[in-house]
């Protein structure tokens, strides 16, 4: 009987308070709610208070948050804590119980309160945009469909991304630049895409970049999606993701896409111009993206091929038969130039890379230049190479083991062979065994695809980890398996991924800063910028 249980709620034993509070529990009487009040507000107990509190919070009463908001002035810190946190809980907040928690002391309701408040207002406007959309798109003919895609086009998860914007190609839509917004155009009707420029080229890298991780397998369907990025990135001219293709042609594994990223370096102009002319001598692909540059330089460097004794005569024929092309499109030959030869060029920087280095050296893109590119190694190195990437793929590592280590026999220095290798000690658990090759990767490469080698750092620190050292005994390993190595923004890099995995992130956010300062624009900044920003979020590594 709900008067017998309120006549215990008076009680003077705190046993029979707590009783009358456990029967109150299911009750949806008023008049329970407002013994509750008074219990949560008055009662000399705070154990008898919390439960009041508790009970109340599952009442459901209109009043019962503004009884929350009143017992964060209880004198008990527990019980204070305890109404945070049902508040925080509380489901069912209306915009006006926020702004009533804007008022309160406790900074971390503000700050939840102003969250929340941003959230509604932001469902208001997407409500509002999707109204207005809905209107504007049966003027213009955009089916809902449509609609969908495009707004998954603003989804920040790249994979979301790509297939929507392949799923509008399909459908006859293109994606195109105007000004600093992305449109996408449908027989001469355009429709804002919902992205910036700089949104759509920080995508189209990050869809390009995600594949030059050492060892990370192609699939079917991201080989598709890698194509269709390089295809985009070629077609509206992004010169700003230069870098990353051509990092893209330096990984075995990407083979499958190499036509694609030398048509985009074609499409994208001069930038790409010293690269290309530096692989032509083993590439049609590159001859003809020189040919499609079109720039005195590129035609300079066509002519030097066409007539070079020293290269392969189906790459001479395809200069020549371009040249020839272009001669008659234009009624007078193209200008001799004197321009430095492929093989010239490939001997100097040999030389250059060759030459001893004195204490620290920081190493940027800029002074990779020209010379930013492959490992050429023996066709027979390659192969086995590849069958100990197959076989390490299908956790075969004693006979992936054995194929890198004759593949080091023809090509003792070959950095992707040191690389297989260490990865598949660390499959077979000989951590120590690993950072050896890992290091050794690093060691043997060129100077001049010394950017591609930034990101085999990594591998020296997930090998580390994988030991599951004490902290300091991570870093210092790290230090020590580095010791002699270039202090590069991929050193940085993996270090400050290091701090971050052993829980200092104020150190980690240090060294990707250092990251930043050394290369703003290299393949270790994208990854250094985001998670500067989750370090500062208070985001863990995952």
Same mark, same amino acid.
């Given at each position: 009987?709900?008067?017998?249980?309120?006549?215990? =709620?008076?009680?003077?034993?705190?046993?029979?308070?707590?009783?009358?509070?456990?029967? /109150?529990?299911?009750?949806?009487?008023?008049r329970?709610?407002e013994?509750?009040?008074?219990?949560?507000?008055?009662?000399?107990?705070?154990?008898?208070?919390?439960?009041a509190?508790?009970?109340?919070?599952?009442?459901?009463?209109?009043?019962?948050?503004?009884?929350?908001?009143?017992?964060?002035?209880?004198?008990?810190? *527990?019980?204070? !804590?305890?109404?945070?946190? /049902?508040?925080?809980?509380? +489901?069912?907040?209306?915009?006006?119980?926020?702004?009533?928690?804007?008022?309160?002391?406790?900074?971390?309701?503000?700050?939840?309160?102003?969250?929340? #408040? %941003?959230? #509604?207002?932001?469902?208001?406007e997407?409500?509002?945009?999707?109204l207005?959309?809905?209107?504007?798109?049966?003027?213009?003919?955009?089916s809902p469909?449509?609609?969908?895609?495009?707004?998954?086009?603003?989804?920040?998860h790249?994979? &979301?991304?790509?297939?929507?914007?392949?799923?509008?190609?399909?459908?006859g $839509?293109?994606?195109?630049?105007?000004?600093?917004?992305?449109?996408?155009?449908?027989?001469?009707k355009?429709?804002?895409?919902?992205?910036?420029?700089?949104t759509?080229?920080?995508?189209?890298?990050?869809?390009?970049?995600?594949?030059? @991780?050492?060892?990370?397998?192609?699939?079917?369907?991201?080989?598709?999606e890698?194509?269709?990025?390089?295809?985009?990135?070629?077609?509206?001219?992004?010169?700003? @993701?230069?870098?990353?293709?051509?990092?893209?042609?330096?990984?075995?594994?990407?083979?499958p896409?190499w036509?694609?990223?030398w048509?985009?370096?074609?499409?994208?102009?001069?930038?790409?111009?010293?690269?290309?002319?530096?692989?032509?001598?083993?590439?049609?692909?590159?001859?003809?993206?020189l040919?499609?540059?079109?720039s005195s330089?590129?035609?300079?460097? /066509?002519?030097c091929?066409?007539?070079?004794?020293?290269?392969?005569?189906? #790459?001479?024929?395809?200069?020549?038969?371009?040249?020839a092309?272009r001669?008659?499109k234009t009624g !007078?030959?193209?200008? $001799?130039?004197g321009?430095?030869?492929?093989e010239?060029k490939?001997?100097?920087?040999?030389e250059?890379?060759?030459?001893?280095h004195?204490?620290?050296?920081?190493?940027?893109?800029?002074?990779?230049?020209?010379a930013?590119? #492959?490992?050429?190694?023996?066709?027979?190195a390659?192969e @086995?190479i590849?069958?100990g990437?197959s076989?390490? +793929?299908v956790?075969?590592?004693?006979?992936? @083991?054995?194929?890198?280590?004759?593949?080091?026999?023809?090509?003792?220095?070959?950095?992707?062979?040191?690389?297989?290798l260490?990865?598949?000690?660390?499959?077979?658990?000989?951590?120590?065994?690993?950072?050896?090759?890992?290091?050794?990767?690093?060691?043997?490469?060129?100077?001049y695809?010394?950017? !591609? &080698?930034?990101?085999?750092?990594?591998?020296? *620190?997930?090998?580390? =980890?994988? !030991?599951?050292?004490?902290?300091?005994?991570?870093?210092?390993?790290? %230090?020590?398996a580095?010791?002699?190595?270039?202090?590069?923004?991929?050193?940085?890099?993996?270090?400050?991924?290091?701090?971050w995995?052993?829980?200092d992130p104020?150190?980690?956010?240090?060294e990707?800063?250092?990251?930043?300062?050394?290369?703003?624009?290299?393949l270790?900044?994208?990854?250094? %910028?985001? $998670?500067?920003?989750?370090?500062?979020?208070?985001e863990?590594?995952?």
């Amino acid at each position: 009987m709900m008067w017998l249980t309120l006549r215990k =709620l008076r009680s003077k034993n705190v046993e029979d308070r707590l009783r009358a509070l456990r029967e /109150l529990g299911g009750s949806t009487d008023d008049r329970a709610f407002e013994a509750l009040r008074t219990t949560v507000l008055r009662d000399p107990s705070g154990a008898v208070r919390g439960e009041a509190l508790l009970t109340l919070s599952r009442f459901g009463h209109v009043s019962s948050f503004d009884t929350l908001i009143e017992s964060l002035r209880d004198q008990d810190p *527990a019980i204070r !804590k305890l109404a945070t946190d /049902l508040l925080i809980d509380r +489901q069912d907040k209306t915009e006006a119980d926020l702004r009533k928690l804007l008022a309160v002391d406790d900074p971390q309701l503000r700050r939840r309160a102003n969250d929340e #408040i %941003r959230v #509604i207002n932001e469902r208001k406007e997407r409500v509002r945009i999707e109204l207005l959309e809905r209107e504007a798109d049966s003027k213009i003919g955009v089916s809902p469909k449509v609609r969908s895609l495009i707004n998954e086009l603003q989804d920040n998860h790249t994979k &979301v991304f790509s297939a929507a914007a392949r799923a509008l190609e399909k459908l006859g $839509w293109t994606i195109n630049i105007s000004s600093t917004n992305v449109v996408l155009e449908n027989r001469g009707k355009p429709v804002s895409a919902g992205i910036t420029y700089d949104t759509l080229v920080d995508r189209l890298g990050r869809i390009i970049g995600i594949y030059l @991780l050492p060892g990370e397998p192609s699939y079917p369907d991201d080989i598709e999606e890698m194509r269709w990025a390089l295809g985009t990135a070629g077609r509206l001219r992004c010169t700003r @993701l230069t870098n990353k293709i051509l990092v893209s042609l330096g990984f075995g594994t990407n083979e499958p896409v190499w036509p694609q990223a030398w048509a985009a370096l074609g499409s994208i102009g001069s930038s790409a111009v010293d690269e290309l002319a530096t692989r032509a001598a083993n590439s049609e692909a590159a001859v003809i993206a020189l040919d499609r540059i079109g720039s005195s330089e590129a035609i300079g460097y /066509l002519q030097c091929i066409a007539v070079d004794p020293k290269l392969p005569e189906s #790459i001479k024929k395809v200069a020549s038969g371009l040249i020839a092309s272009r001669a008659v499109k234009t009624g !007078k030959p193209a200008a $001799w130039q004197g321009t430095e030869t492929p093989e010239a060029k490939a001997r100097r920087l040999r030389e250059e890379a060759s030459q001893p280095h004195k204490g620290i050296k920081i190493i940027t893109s800029g002074q990779s230049g020209a010379a930013y590119g #492959i490992q050429a190694i023996d066709d027979r190195a390659m192969e @086995l190479i590849q069958s100990g990437r197959s076989a390490r +793929q299908v956790s075969d590592f004693n006979r992936a @083991l054995s194929l890198y280590r004759q593949a080091l026999t023809i090509e003792p220095q070959s950095v992707e062979a040191h690389g297989g290798l260490g990865a598949t000690h660390v499959g077979l658990g000989n951590i120590d065994e690993a950072v050896k090759e890992h290091r050794l990767s690093i060691q043997c490469a060129p100077e001049y695809i010394i950017d !591609k &080698v930034q990101l085999l750092y990594l591998n020296i *620190a997930h090998s580390i =980890l994988k !030991k599951g050292l004490s902290p300091s005994a991570t870093i210092q390993g790290f %230090r020590a398996a580095t010791n002699g190595l270039l202090q590069s923004s991929g050193y940085h890099h993996a270090l400050g991924l290091l701090y971050w995995k052993i829980g200092d992130p104020i150190k980690a956010r240090s060294e990707f800063q250092e990251v930043l300062k050394i290369e703003p624009n290299g393949l270790c900044s994208e990854a250094a %910028r985001e $998670w500067s920003t989750k370090i500062d979020r208070g985001e863990g590594p995952g």
